[in-house]
């Protein structure tokens, strides 16, 4: 099974917020809780770093990827208030994820009408040896983790960007379109049948379940004549 870590980054009490109302630790919360429940209806084992009230070391933090395929830190950005746009950052001793974090930076920028600011490393060096400089990505690095991300969907002291993120609807939509790039570079194929639920939900008909392959009982089956036939 393949497994991923949702790091939620900030913890209430953090006072990171925007100018109209947005709190970092509530929103990415809630965005970490929608692409859990995304990731587990793709047969993903996707679990948190943290409870609601933990507020781990943030060493410790990424410590928590061991033995998983992914680590993806949470965030949303801060900067000079007139900045937008969609960042990841990854472990910079792993270069072959500069593609997944350029697609999912840019997967969340489309969504959300900002800019790809793209994929990026930082780090620094000490005693001549480099290290990540975030704290979770430092703390992952030292485990066995194959992919380790830390992503900033927007600035939340924007107000272009910030009033975006105040609407949940915009929230699933983010973690709709994180999961879509992290199931392709997880290798995870989509079902044949998504396709078909998904073009009904285009058409206003609401289905809350992604069990493709369970039976329809007899009842079932009359309810859905009952419906389509005129
Ligand atoms: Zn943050």
């Known amino acids: ?31 970490s809780t929608y692409l859990k429940e995304i990731l587990q209806a793709k047969g993903i084992q996707a679990d948190f770093t943290r409870t609601w009230e933990q507020d781990p ?10 033995g998983y395929d992914l680590f993806i830190s949470e965030h949303t950005n801060a900067n000079d208030g007139k900045s937008r746009g969609t960042e990841v950052f990854y472990d910079y001793s792993k270069p072959q994820d500069k593609e997944f974090s350029e697609k999912l930076a840019g997967n969340v920028a489309a969504v959300m009408g900002n800019t790809n600011r793209g994929a990026k490393t930082r780090v620094y060096t000490e005693s001549g040896k480099i290290y990540n400089y975030y704290g979770v990505i430092r703390g992952a690095a030292a485990t066995d983790c194959k992919h380790i991300l830390l992503i900033e969907s927007g600035f939340h002291d924007n107000i272009q960007d910030e009033a975006f993120l105040k609407v949940d609807e915009n929230l699933k939509k983010i973690a709709q379109a994180q999961a ?25 008909i609401e289905i809350n379940d992604d069990r493709y392959d369970d039976f329809m009982t007899r009842g079932e089956v009359f309810a859905l004549l009952d419906r389509i036939v005129k």
């Open 57 to 66: 070391e943030l060493y410790a933090r990424g410590q928590k990827a061991a």
């Open 1 to 31: 099974m393949i497994k991923a870590i949702i790091d939620p980054g900030h913890a209430p009490g953090n006072a990171n917020k925007g100018p109209t109302g947005y709190y970092e630790y509530q929103g990415v919360w809630k965005l």
């Open 180 to 204: 879509e790039v992290i199931c392709n570079f997880l290798g995870i194929k989509e079902h044949w049948a998504e396709k078909h639920k998904l073009s009904l939900e285009s058409k206003g």
